[in-house]
Structure formats: C-alpha cells, structure tokens
C-alpha cells in the first residue's frame, strides 16, 4: 500500500501564505502523477494543480499565479504547493492525490491523504 501525508494547514489572514507538504511512502517504484484538490463545504471537490513524473504543471485558473507546485528534493516522493497572496475563497480542505506503480509488481496506485485544513479569515 502507498500512503499519502499531507502538512503544513492553518489558519492565515488575507494576502498571507502557507506551504503545504505531500509525501508518499510504502513500496513504491515511481510516481507519476501528484495532485492537490480542495474542497469548501458544500462544494465539490476542486483540481487546484496537477504534477506529472515529466515535469509539466497545471493550474487551476482561480490559482494561477499564486499557487506553485513543485517537487521536494530533500524528502524522497514528496511535493510542495506553495500558496501566495491567499484569499477567503482558498478556504477548504485540501487533498494530495498521487499515482504511480507499486515496487515489485509493478501494479499501478491510485492514493489519496486525509486532507488539511486550510483557513483564510481576518
């Protein structure tokens, strides 16, 4: 199994920032995709960026500019979303999601984490 851990939630004033943290462990071989989705109560759950293993990088348009995913170098399969100039509607929970194939067999992953709060309020 691959197991997915989210970091770095809070609570933040308007136009503040935080870094939330993903990282992947169990048997894994590669991951080939890392994603962040949030979701606000009573709202569907939203794409905000998408990682692939080949280096491209989407963003959702209510974050272009302002959110920033990356990968993490010091910490094996892990990933950061850098999130800048935050505003109430970036209110939600926030989830990692990543992809890839298992050690050993080869089997493909699909894994999500827990979710971390992230609350922007004055």
């Known amino acids: 199994q691959v197991h997915l851990v989210e970091s770095g939630g809070g609570l933040v004033q308007p136009g503040g920032s935080l870094r939330l943290s993903c990282t992947a462990s169990g048997s894994i071989f590669s991951v080939s995709v890392y994603d962040w989705y949030r979701q606000a109560p009573g709202r569907e759950r939203e794409l905000v960026a998408s990682f692939t293993g080949r280096g491209s990088t989407t963003y959702a348009n209510s974050v272009k500019g302002r959110f920033t995913l990356s990968r993490n170098y010091d910490v094996l399969n892990s990933v950061n979303l850098q999130m800048n100039n935050l505003k109430p509607e970036d209110t939600a929970v926030y989830f990692c999601?990543?992809?890839?194939?298992?050690?050993?067999?080869?089997?493909?992953?699909?894994?999500w984490g827990q979710g971390t709060q992230v609350t922007v309020s004055s």
């Open positions: 999601h990543a992809k890839g194939l298992v050690m050993t067999t080869m089997v493909g992953f699909d894994s």
